[in-house]
């Protein structure tokens, strides 16, 4: 889907948010519709399936498997900004970094330098940087992240 989105997009278009996600083989949820992000001054075609939004300057996408994608610390920010919940944002940062796609360092470095919507100075930067204060807690799986910010959440016990 990401490819047939990207075929009739404007040039310089780019697979972005939980589509590139995906694509990276990162964890993502349910996947309803397939995101892409095109260049400013590229006009933004309504399509039923396709989120088209406007690209920043600073995204440098780069090809992976013949398609142009968000980079992987890229995606977790892009995933933050869109205010996905705290759970969601673990097991994607977690799946990220056991695929070999970014590291923790690179996607707190990230989180701390990003200046764009949605970040640094409200509720989703907060979430970055609290998931990954979990995520070096030492949580294993991405389930497992979700069983254990429940438990948290609810000032329950982790479950051992």
Same mark, same amino acid.
């Given at each position: 889907?990401?490819? #047939?989105?990207?075929? /009739?997009?404007?040039?310089? +278009?780019?697979?972005?948010?939980?589509?590139?996600?995906?694509? !990276?083989? #990162?964890?993502?949820?349910?996947?309803? %519709? $397939?995101?892409? *992000?095109?260049?400013?001054?590229? +006009?933004?075609?309504?399509?039923?399936? /396709?989120?088209?939004?406007?690209?920043?300057?600073? @995204?440098?996408?780069? &090809? =992976?498997?013949?398609?142009?994608?968000?980079? &992987?610390?890229? $995606?977790?920010?892009? $995933?933050?900004? #869109?205010?996905?919940?705290?759970?969601?944002?673990?097991?994607?940062?977690? *799946?990220?970094?056991?695929?070999?796609?970014?590291?923790?360092? %690179?996607?707190?470095?990230?989180?701390?330098? =990003?200046?764009? %919507?949605?970040?640094?100075? *409200? &509720?989703? *930067?907060? /979430? $970055?940087?609290?998931? !990954?204060?979990?995520?070096? %807690?030492?949580?294993?799986? #991405?389930?497992?992240?979700?069983?254990? !910010?429940?438990?948290?959440?609810?000032? @329950?016990?982790?479950?051992?």
């Amino acid at each position: 889907m990401a490819a #047939a989105a990207l075929h /009739i997009s404007p040039p310089g +278009s780019f697979a972005s948010h939980e589509t590139a996600a995906a694509l !990276w083989g #990162a964890f993502v949820g349910d996947l309803n %519709e $397939v995101h892409i *992000s095109v260049p400013k001054g590229s +006009s933004r075609s309504e399509r039923r399936g /396709i989120v088209a939004d406007r690209a920043r300057g600073d @995204q440098n996408p780069r &090809p =992976y498997r013949g398609l142009l994608v968000s980079n &992987p610390t890229r $995606v977790f920010l892009e $995933v933050a900004a #869109a205010r996905k919940d705290l759970l969601d944002l673990v097991a994607l940062g977690d *799946s990220l970094v056991r695929r070999k796609r970014t590291t923790p360092d %690179e996607l707190v470095e990230a989180a701390d330098g =990003y200046v764009g %919507e949605g970040l640094p100075t *409200s &509720p989703p *930067s907060r /979430i $970055v940087r609290t998931s !990954w204060r979990r995520f070096a %807690e030492g949580v294993a799986t #991405a389930d497992a992240h979700r069983v254990g !910010w429940a438990a948290r959440a609810t000032c @329950q016990p982790h479950p051992s």
